[in-house]
């Protein structure tokens, strides 16, 4: 296997781990929803799951290849439709490696709240409130590139979106780094969701606070590409005990 086919495979190997997880930590919708990242070395080359696949069964061989044009240009299988509607465009736009879009469900309960903004209430959340864009438009499903296309202008720079109604989508450079967000954000809705059920006042980090926890400390350990993917290589090895065969 040459060097750029290592490439390939490696990152085949953990978007379906990435599937994988999303069935152990309770994130996924079966066979619905997607998780798509940029074949390296293609411009317009993403990989995802074929549509009917239970996530629990994804593994790295079995994962398609498709283009902006929607051609599966490698492997057996279907693209659904809003994998490519959605997808695509925001690959494109954004320019980011990895995409991923679920209807998990408390990032979707506070979703489908009328003030739906994820409140600085804790020290995770203040890592994650600074990058997050509102699309409060939800119009029904994603049936043309266009609703990618509309979905990347609110996203602007921003690395996750919530979509009011709808659930959430986050983008990364890498799988680890785009699946810890997408995991760290839901537990940081789950914990707002319940705090808010008390019906006591909440605690809010003020501005200052949260530039300051947002802000990397140069003291750190470990760098935050470093935390991806020591986090993501841990999560692997669960996998391997718990739901072996993603790497086929």
Request: charged share 25%; glycine share 6%.
């Amino acid at each position: 296997m040459n060097h750029e086919n290592d490439k390939v495979w490696r990152v085949r190997v953990q978007l379906a781990a990435a599937n994988r997880l999303a069935v152990y930590d309770d994130l996924e919708e079966g066979i619905d929803n997607h998780f798509t990242a940029r074949v390296p070395g293609k411009e317009d080359r993403y990989l995802v799951l074929p549509f009917g696949r239970h996530w629990s069964e994804a593994k790295a061989s079995d994962l398609i290849v498709f283009n902006e044009a929607g051609d599966v240009l490698e492997g057996d299988g279907t693209l659904e439709l809003s994998a490519l509607s959605i997808h695509a465009p925001l690959h494109r736009i954004t320019g980011a490696n990895v995409v991923l879009h679920t209807h998990q469900t408390w990032a979707l309960a506070l979703n489908m709240m009328e003030d739906n903004r994820l409140l600085p209430g804790s020290q995770t959340a203040a890592f994650l409130t600074p990058h997050i864009a509102y699309d409060d438009g939800y119009a029904g499903l994603a049936a043309s590139l266009s609703e990618g296309e509309r979905l990347a202008a609110i996203l602007g720079t921003k690395q996750i979106l919530f979509m009011k109604n709808h659930g959430v989508l986050v983008i990364g450079e890498t799988i680890a780094q785009a699946y810890r967000r997408l995991y760290k954000l839901e537990r940081v809705c789950r914990a707002q969701i319940l705090a808010m059920s008390t019906g006591r006042p909440l605690a809010l980090l003020d501005e200052a606070t949260v530039e300051k926890v947002s802000r990397p400390n140069p003291r750190n350990s470990h760098s935050q590409e470093e935390r991806e993917m020591l986090y993501f290589a841990a999560m692997m090895r669960v996998l391997d005990r718990e739901m072996p065969g993603y790497a086929d």
